[in-house]
Antibody
């Protein structure tokens, strides 16, 4: 069955960088787009970024464009989110999601918590 | 960016009674390929979101048939025909027709 396991969260100081990972299994990773979605504590879902199957097409939310980079390594079945210039408002649980054939999010991982605080 | 507006934001329901959630988009969600990429997600307390509905009205595998989606253009609805205790949680609509994707604010369903 589909499994998505996020990792890399933790506590980081404002202005620092961090990379999240999402290890995928149970499906042919290289055949599906992938998303990152976040959820601040007690808040709703916020879509962050999507990448195409080969990583050549990427789209971002305005709130992270230029600071965050989505990427993937199909040989490792792993999705990444490089986050730079982190701000306290980036504090959230970060979910990776598999996309369906039309690039809509379908299956979600369990999430990893990032706290940006001094 | 497209703004998704859900109502109500809180929905107390009686077990066994129907429930309805509205989602309106600031622009039409018809893609150039003719499809409308409007999804509904359920997030139970303490869990990751789970997709219920895709392309307006298609139920995902394993989703009970008491859940149904409808709508077109800018107005969409998620209906639960008879609410069960396990339906408690927050429901989100999300459009993936126009990037960046956007979610509604969420509707909290609770048992009255």
């Amino acid at each position: 069955q589909v499994q998505l396991v996020e990792s890399g969260g933790g506590v980081v100081q404002p202005g620092r960088s961090l990379r999240l990972s999402c290890a995928a299994s149970g499906f042919t990773f290289s055949s599906y787009g992938m998303h990152w979605v976040r959820q601040a504590p007690g808040k709703g879902l916020e879509w962050m970024a999507v990448t195409s199957v080969d990583g050549t097409k990427k789209y971002y939310a305005d709130s992270v464009e230029g600071r965050f980079t989505i990427s993937r390594d199909n040989s490792r079945s792993t999705l990444y989110l490089q986050m730079n210039s982190l701000r306290p408002e980036d504090t959230a649980v970060y979910y990776c999601t598999k996309a369906d054939d039309n690039y809509n999010p379908d299956f979600w991982g369990q999430g990893t918590l990032l706290t940006v605080s001094s | 960016d497209i703004v998704m507006t859900q109502s109500p934001l809180s929905l107390p329901v009686i077990l066994g009674q129907p429930a309805s959630i509205s989602c309106r988009s600031s622009q039409r969600l018809v893609h150039s390929d003719g499809n409308t990429y409007l999804n509904w997600f359920q997030q139970r307390p303490g869990q990751s979101p789970r997709r219920l509905i895709y392309k307006v009205s298609n139920r995902d595998s394993g989703v009970p048939d008491r859940f149904s989606g409808s709508g077109s253009g800018t107005d969409f609805t998620l209906k639960i025909s008879r609410v069960e205790a396990e339906d408690v949680g927050i429901y989100y609509c999300m459009q993936a027709t126009h990037w960046p994707g956007t979610f509604g604010q969420g509707t909290r369903v609770e048992i009255k």
